[in-house]
């Protein structure tokens, strides 16, 4: 069940449908590259980081309480609104500023793929399913790196689509050397970086196999998510020591109904954020905020 | 009662006076640790710093009345309703930002001090339910919408023990329980919320509730074990409190507004009797003798 009316969304808070999850999320002090998404899932802080650490190419599942928490309820759960803000590295850091930022449901993940393995198919284990978006439609595939990488690479994956359709990707290039936590993939060439390995068909249900056609260097994981949400932290919190001591900041609230419609949380979601350094590195830059969700009678 | 348009909101507060502007203020005295929450009850400010008085374990009913000092928010209106129109905040502080403030209205709160702070056994807390009388206890009918989280009175000195039990009702009187294992820091500082911080299994500001529950009509029952038992004299207090509104303050004196008219849900409700405190989400470790403002206006129809 959803709500009937505006009415019905608003009365959730009064009677006591409502749950805030907050978040503060700190990369690691490697610089990723500009331009570069970065997965804040693998950032300490709060929730603690998620490593992707499973078997070696076997489909695994996050468990949802080590997301972004937002306990489990008998109805269906909708994001409210959001929140987010992100401090400086520093007093004069400004690299984390007009920073996109996309909320996911991380749903099945494919870890430590060998991106040494040029001209080498790294089959998938699939005993394990997709837990949510069962149907595969909208679920996209992003890398993450896991070690840190060379850079430079390219690679093909293999998958089946929403329509049961085996696929194989265009060849896909890897970005420059970059952190754990960076999304390798980019787009046509090295320097277009793009959230999500490029595909056909209407999603994707599983990862068939992953080949490297040039060798980018480290580990990475494939993961499937849903995104669910965009958000927009414009300008870096920070107030610097000497001259000019002015404060900087803002951040960015978005509401369901009054800005865009509400969008579920699945039961079981592991939920996380991800986001492109436009101005530069994110590294030791945190990024903090708030989900606030309604659920349903 | 509430506003039934707006032409009916501006005649209330134009006409009709039925409105209160306020400021408030809390300097937090002592620096705070990087990713807690802060209930800031334990400090002075224009409401003097709280002591959390009573006999550990036994649930102290708070409202404006409070002897620890209460924010006077214009007195009993019934039966016209209070709702908050705008708030706004800021802190001077030179690390700690940005930060997330939230008004609470605290319906009571349990001391919890000596062997109950170090104990591993489980301990029952002395509560009369929530009801849905006209009793200022009651102005969440059994307890809908309430929400509960420990805080530090006094540092303990060493432990960080898990909260491996926490038993309520729910606000139709079934008995429910926590669903998840909750970690407490080691030393939490003075007005931090033990179960904040970055570490694994910390779940904050709020204790985590059972899937369904709607509120907490009755503290009942804790188990700190697990982990390291706290040792020391430590204080904690177990509050229970209604979220109201929140509002993230940016840097260090820049004033953060939030528009509680065109918001949705919108306008805040201030129930007749709200003890309204403030709690405070440190990104960095906020500096100690940083000074906080909190502005905002209310209206009643």
């Known amino acids: 069940m959803g709500f009937a009316n505006v009415a019905a969304w608003a009365n959730s808070e009064g009677a006591g449908r409502s749950w805030p999850a907050f978040f503060r999320k700190v990369p690691a002090s490697t610089a990723t590259i500009a331009g570069q998404w970065f997965d804040y899932s693998t950032a300490s802080g709060v929730p603690v980081p998620n490593y992707y650490a499973a078997s070696p190419l076997v489909a695994a599942t996050l468990e949802a309480e080590k997301g972004i928490y937002v306990p489990e309820q008998n109805g269906t759960r909708w994001i409210k609104e959001t929140i987010v803000a992100s401090a400086a590295a520093t007093v004069t850091g400004t690299t984390n500023q007009n920073q996109p930022l996309m909320l996911l449901d991380y749903l099945l993940y494919y870890p430590f793929i060998d991106l040494d393995a040029a001209g080498e198919e790294q089959v998938m284990d699939n005993t394990v399913t997709l837990p949510r978006y069962a149907d595969g439609v909208g679920v996209e595939m992003m890398m993450v790196a896991q070690a840190p990488t060379v850079g430079g690479g390219t690679f093909t994956v293999s998958y089946t689509d929403a329509d049961d359709v085996t696929r194989t990707t265009e060849t896909v290039f890897c970005a420059a050397a970059q952190p754990s936590g960076a999304l390798v993939q980019a787009t046509g060439a090295a320097a277009g970086v793009s959230p999500f390995i490029p595909r056909l068909g209407r999603g994707v249900k599983r990862v068939n196999s992953a080949t490297v056609v040039l060798a980018n260097g480290g580990l990475a994981a494939i993961v499937l998510v849903k995104p669910l949400w965009m958000s927009y932290a414009r300008e870096e919190c920070r107030r610097p020591t000497s001259s000019p001591t002015e404060s900087y900041g803002d951040a960015q609230q978005i509401q369901a109904v009054r800005n865009r419609p509400p969008q579920e949380i699945k039961a079981g979601a592991f939920l996380g954020w991800v986001g492109k350094g436009v101005a530069g590195s994110l590294a030791s830059a945190p990024l903090v905020g708030m989900i606030d969700t309604f659920w349903s009678e | ?301």
């Open chain 2, 1 to 301: 009662m509430g506003f039934s348009s707006h032409d009916d909101l501006i005649n209330e507060v134009t006409t009709n006076g039925k409105s209160q502007y306020d400021i408030r203020f809390k300097t937090i005295s002592t620096a705070q640790v990087a990713g807690f929450w802060t209930n800031l009850g334990v400090f002075a400010g224009s409401e003097p710093a709280s002591t959390y008085a009573g006999t550990s374990l036994t649930f102290v009913p708070t409202d404006d009345t409070w002897a620890d000092g209460a924010w006077q928010h214009g007195g009993d209106v019934s039966t016209d309703t209070k709702h908050f129109l705008y708030a706004g905040a800021n802190i001077i502080a030179a690390a700690g930002a940005p930060w997330f403030l939230l008004a609470v209205d605290q319906v009571g709160y349990v001391p919890i001090t000596g062997a109950d702070v170090t104990g591993t056994a489980s301990r029952t807390i002395t509560m009369t339910p929530i009801a849905a009388t006209s009793a200022k206890v009651d102005r969440y009918p059994n307890g809908v919408g309430l929400r509960a989280f420990f805080s530090t009175e006094v540092a303990p000195t060493a432990g960080g023990p898990n909260l491996t039990a926490f038993n309520y009702l729910d606000t139709a009187g079934a008995a429910k329980s926590c669903p998840v294992t909750v970690g407490f820091a080691a030393t939490p500082v003075i007005g931090a919320v033990p179960h904040s911080g970055a570490a694994a299994t910390r779940y904050a500001p709020w204790i985590p509730l059972a899937a369904g529950s709607t509120g907490i009509s009755d503290l009942t029952s804790f188990t700190l074990s697990g982990g390291t038992a706290y040792t020391g004299s430590g204080q904690l207090v177990l509050h229970l409190v209604k979220p109201l509104w929140g509002i993230p303050l940016l840097a260090s004196g820049m004033h953060s507004l939030a528009d509680m008219v065109n918001a949705l849900p919108s306008m805040a409700k201030i129930p007749d009797g709200a003890c309204v405190q403030w709690m405070l989400m440190n990104t960095g470790a906020t500096t100690a003798a940083a000074p906080l403002m909190a502005e905002s206006l209310h209206a009643w129809g």
